[in-house]
């Protein structure tokens, strides 16, 4: 298997949806290891908002899809 070094900023990732959870650490890097085959990289990341009556926070989701040999 590879791995791969990912960098962001406080986000939470997994390999797809249902994948175990991994938040980046305090540098900004997380490290995630695809398996055979198609894989689905999802991060999110979530900001509280304040002095907002429409929302308590705000959300970016981005998923990549790649296949790992």
Known sequence: MVKRLIT????RL????KGAAVITAADGTATITPAA???QLLAIRRVPVANDPR??????EYLLAFAAH
Do not use: V
């Open 55 to 60: 929302t308590t926070s705000m959300s970016w």
């Open 37 to 39: 085959g198609p894989n």
């Open 8 to 11: 962001c900023s406080i986000i």
């Open 14 to 17: 997994s390999l797809g949806e």
